[in-house]
């Protein structure tokens, strides 16, 4: 049972959805909320939010489109237990289960807990981007684990990613905005018509994070999208950041 000191409760898309999180160690943000405006989705279809922790992007996947159904995949047993506190807490658990489970386990392992091979038209994921090898990673484990991991692991999740959809399902993803030639090389085959979405801090400022679409077996040529500005030139929040964290309006890659 976890105490009420140890977790707040947070607002986002302007008070739509009341989020758990701990509050030491990794909390989410808005690159969580911004990869659920960039994910297509559909009544009646299956999605997975790879790296869960507590559900913040498939949470907000499950409330901007209904219908869809949502696998919240955590490893961590304390993060899962409150993903699903919040499912609860936004009456979203006839249509958002947990499975607290590594996303890189065996084929029949996922299989046991309902991730099929080839069962979902959707997955979303924002996986751990920095080097521990290159940054210095956060003492707190799991920050650490949030933030950190070795070369190679992007692959691996595209791969998890790739076996769990079907064919034509798409791949949403969040990555650090210098790490583009590792995402593409990653994507390769399987996946195709990859889209990808600058993330500005504003105007006259260099891209700092990336969000890119991917779709299984599609051979469309790369799209270079214009770019997002989360600030306008003078500081403030711009029209298009409200939109999508307040509003919960989706984003140009979630068009079907």
Request: positive net charge; contains cysteine.
């Amino acid at each position: 049972m976890l105490a009420e000191q140890d977790w707040s409760e947070d607002a986002v898309l302007g008070g739509r959805l009341r989020l758990r999180q701990f509050k030491r160690g990794h909390r989410f943000g808005h690159d969580s909320i911004l990869l659920a405006a960039a994910c297509p989705g559909q009544a009646g279809e299956r999605a997975a939010d790879l790296g869960a922790g507590v559900g913040a992007a498939g949470l907000a996947l499950a409330a901007r489109v209904g219908g869809i159904y949502v696998t919240l995949v955590e490893i961590d047993t304390r993060l899962a237990a409150l993903a699903a506190t919040n499912a609860q807490l936004n009456g979203l658990s006839e249509r958002v289960r947990i499975a607290n489970i590594n996303l890189l386990a065996p084929a029949a392992v996922l299989a046991a807990t309902g991730l099929r091979a080839g069962s979902l038209a959707r997955v979303l994921m924002n996986p751990p981007f920095n080097d521990p090898k290159r940054l210095k990673a956060s003492p707190d484990p799991a920050r650490r684990l949030a933030h950190a991991a070795p070369f190679g692991t992007l692959a691996a999740w595209v791969e998890a990613a790739a076996r769990l959809l079907r064919a034509s399902g798409t791949l949403t993803l969040m990555w650090r905005a210098s790490g583009l030639e590792e995402v593409l090389r990653s994507l390769g085959p399987p996946f195709g018509g990859v889209m990808v979405l600058p993330i500005h801090p504003r105007p006259g400022k260099a891209a700092v994070r990336l969000l890119i679409r991917a779709t299984k077996g599609s051979r469309a040529p790369l799209s270079l999208l214009p770019g997002f500005f989360l600030n306008d030139d003078k500081g403030g929040a711009s029209a298009e950041a409200e939109w999508a964290l307040r509003e919960g309006a989706a984003l140009p890659l979630a068009e079907i």
